[in-house]
T-cell receptor, first 111, second 114 residues
Framework: DSGVTQTPKHLITATGQRVTLRCSPRSGDLSVYWYQQSLDQGLQFLIQYYNGEERAKGNILERFSAQQFPDLHSELNLSSLELGDSALYFC??????????FGQGTRLTVV | AQTVTQSQPEMSVQEAETVTLSCTYDTSENNYYLFWYKQPPSRQMILVIRQEAYKQQNATENRFSVNFQKAAKSFSLKISDSQLGDTAMYFC???????????FGTGTRLKVLA
């Protein structure tokens, strides 16, 4: 168990809908990262937050947004969903620049 | 741009044998960290091993060891006495010190054969 909790584990939704993925980082970790992994692909970095502030942005679509709350949990909002958004979405957290610990992922299926 | 390259999309190894996965990276940084993550069929991302660039000694974790060549910007993973449970996708990752950024390679799919 990495200590990073992601909910829900699975999500099935229709095209055009909006969903929210939630991540609770390891206790004490200030940095949260979101990654997208499509089937049999590598990890695509979406966005990073550090202590509530956006720190880095990757290839995140405008339809996607995220935030980190004062209690350090983070949410990734995906709107106007398309079939191509179906993927495994990972959250990771780190205390610094040593290693990132990953949650189990949320498997999103858009039908 | 900082990049991580894993040139072997797929590899296979017989149970109990040794296999080496390659990783090269490109950076102008002097201080950084390197990681190998394992992603088994369950899709969980599991940290296998970590190497600090300032350390000359290669990291070892049980059957897993690395060959870190800083000048060549190479960071290979050696798995000894391969087990069926080692079957997974392996990702090499790089993090420049102080940036809180992790850059991943595209992964190597390893299959351990009985």
């Amino acid at each position: 168990d990495s200590g990073v909790t992601q909910t829900p584990k699975h999500l099935i939704t229709a095209t055009g809908q909006r969903v929210t993925l939630r991540c609770s980082p390891r206790s004490g970790d200030l940095s949260v990262y979101w990654y997208q992994q499509s089937l049999d692909q590598g990890l695509q970095f979406l966005i990073q937050y550090y202590n509530g502030e956006e720190r880095a942005k990757g290839n995140i679509l405008e339809r996607f947004s995220a935030q980190q709350f004062p209690d350090l949990h983070s949410e990734l909002n995906l709107s106007s969903l398309e079939l191509g958004d179906s993927a495994l979405y990972f959250c990771a957290s780190s205390a610094g620049d040593r290693e990132a610990f990953f949650g189990q992922g949320t498997r999103l299926t858009v039908v | 741009a900082q990049t991580v390259t894993q040139s072997q999309p797929e590899m296979s190894v017989q149970e109990a044998e040794t296999v080496t996965l390659s990783c090269t990276y490109d950076t102008s940084e002097n201080n950084y960290y390197l990681f190998w993550y394992k992603q088994p069929p369950s899709r969980q991302m599991i940290l296998v091993i970590r190497q600090e660039a300032y350390k000359q000694q290669n990291a070892t974790e049980n059957r897993f060891s690395v060959n870190f060549q800083k000048a060549a910007k190479s960071f290979s993973l050696k798995i000894s006495d391969s087990q069926l449970g080692d079957t997974a996708m392996y990702f090499c990752a790089f993090s420049p010190s102080g940036t809180y950024k992790y850059i991943f390679g595209t992964g190597t799919r390893l299959k351990v054969l009985a």
